[in-house]
């Protein structure tokens, strides 16, 4: 969790560092719409995980056909990390 939320706040303080890495990894054409896509959402990096998140996502599976019933919060995330979440 701490790996994730230093990575997303370095991400939005700098998206040039997600270019660099794809740039790495993956061939000119891709990168170029890494680094677009990395930019633009960039402000929306965020490792909070709210309730109304996961009743969204619940009701998407079961439009689809993915979930039958309902998933609790508490275990689909694992809150005893909420604190990280703002480090």
Same mark, same amino acid.
């Given at each position: 969790?701490? !790996? +994730?939320?230093?990575?997303? %706040? *370095? /991400?939005?303080?700098?998206?040039?560092? *997600?270019?660099? @890495? !794809?740039? %790495? /990894?993956?061939? $000119?054409?891709? *990168?170029?719409? +890494? @680094?677009? #896509?990395?930019?633009?959402? !960039?402000?929306?990096?965020?490792?909070? +995980?709210? #309730?109304?998140? =996961? $009743?969204?996502?619940?009701?998407? !599976?079961?439009?689809?056909? $993915?979930?039958?019933?309902? =998933? %609790?919060?508490?275990?689909? =995330? *694992?809150? #005893?990390?909420?604190? /990280?979440?703002? #480090?």
């Amino acid at each position: 969790m701490r !790996a +994730i939320v230093k990575t997303q %706040r *370095a /991400l939005r303080a700098n998206p040039q560092l *997600a270019v660099k @890495a !794809a740039q %790495r /990894l993956f061939p $000119a054409e891709e *990168a170029s719409l +890494i @680094a677009y #896509e990395g930019g633009a959402y !960039a402000p929306f990096y965020n490792p909070t +995980i709210t #309730e109304e998140m =996961v $009743a969204h996502i619940s009701q998407f !599976a079961r439009d689809i056909g $993915a979930l039958d019933g309902e =998933v %609790r919060y508490g275990e689909l =995330v *694992a809150t #005893e990390f909420a604190a /990280l979440w703002k #480090e």
